[in-house]
């Protein structure tokens, strides 16, 4: 009777060992193998009264051993079990497992700042067009008057004297060339508005000269004057003047030898565009400044129409 509780006690070990272990080796290496279906325990009969010929049981052994035999057996199948099947948390894993380092993600890239954007403008607002102004009605003409009878004429009288239309006003001009101070020489005339006239004077003149103090040849100081009237008034008149004139030179010549020299001789030529003579009054009109100094003096004034009888 008790080598058979013996047995069954043995039997019952070593399942509760194989169970154990197989439930240890759920998980390899961080990976949840699947839970192995412990082996149905084995029964062994034994008889009641074994023979006597019967091998005697050894002496019971510890109870670690058995286990060892018993784990020994189910590690090789769960190898051959798929990985891929879901891993189930255990309630008796270790909950101070350290979490997974998270993975270092790469820095973005710089992007360059963007180039700031010309402010949105308002569309022009549509100015209605300026319609154009209606046409205006055209005025009704007024009828024309009726034709009166020519009226008659005033009789007219005997001739009279009267001032002729179109006449030009005369002006009485006066010229004086002034020599250093003195007058030399002086033209007088009269002339229309529009016209001109001119005047020209000679005079001849001999001078001593060489070593003997004799006379020589002479020279023709020729003066000509043009006077045009384009201006005439009570108050003033305006003339266009133009001169030639020949003037010898101030300065007394010598030969190398000593002897006297005729004085050189020049022409000269001025002409004044319009010089404004008031009436009754003398305007001096500078040609030469020196050697010799010369100078025009003018006089001018409207004449008066001769009375008609």
């Known amino acids: 009777m008790m080598s058979w509780k013996n047995c069954l006690a043995v039997a019952l070990s070593v399942s509760t060992a ?14 949840v193998q699947p839970e192995v279906p412990a082996p149905p325990p084995v029964v062994h009969a034994v008889p009641l009264h074994p023979p006597a010929s019967a091998v ?19 590690a090789a199948k769960p190898a051959e079990k798929p990985v891929h099947k879901p891993a189930r ?8 497992k350290s979490a997974p380092a998270p993975a270092l993600q790469p ?22 067009y300026a319609q154009p102004a209606p046409p205006q009605p055209p005025y009704a003409q007024p009828a024309p008057p009726a034709q009166q009878p020519p009226a008659p004429l005033p009789a007219v009288p005997a001739a009279q004297p009267s001032a002729q ?9 006066t010229l004086q060339v002034i020599r250093d101070g003195q007058q030399i020489d ?9 016209q001109a006239q001119t005047e020209r004077h000679h005079k001849v003149v001999t001078h001593k000269v ?21 201006r005439a008034n009570p108050s003033e008149s305006v003339l266009a003047i133009d ?30 565009p319009g010089l404004i003579v008031p009436a009754g009054q003398w305007v001096n009109w500078q040609i030469v400044n020196e050697d010799p100094s010369l100078l025009y003096r003018v006089r001018a004034n409207v004449a008066t129409p001769p009375v008609q009888p």
Do not use: M, Y
């Not at 005697?56 to 018993?70: D, L, V």
């Not at 948390?89 to 101070?96: G, I, Y």
């Not at 004139?245 to 001025?270: F, I, M, W, Y």
């Open 243 to 272: 001169a030639q004139d020949t003037v010898e030179s101030n300065t007394a010549r010598q030969s190398p030898s000593g002897c006297k020299l005729p004085p050189q001789p020049s022409q000269v030529h001025a002409n004044h």
């Open 210 to 230: 060489g070593c003997k103090d004799q006379a020589a040849g002479s020279i023709d100081l020729q003066r000509t004057i043009t006077v045009s009237p384009l």
């Open 89 to 96: 948390k255990r309630a008796h894993e270790a909950t101070h």
């Open 186 to 194: 002086s033209f007088d005339g009269t002339t229309a508005l529009g």
């Open 165 to 173: 239309p179109g006449v030009q006003p005369v002006v009485n001009w």
């Open 18 to 31: 194989a169970f154990i272990s197989a439930h240890a080796q759920t998980q390899v290496q961080g990976v």
């Open 56 to 74: 005697q049981p050894a002496a019971q052994e510890p109870a670690g051993k058995p286990s060892e035999k018993g784990a020994a057996k189910p």
């Open 107 to 128: 820095e973005p890239p710089l992007l360059p700042a963007p180039t700031p954007q010309p402010a949105e403008q308002p569309a022009p607002t549509s100015e209605p």
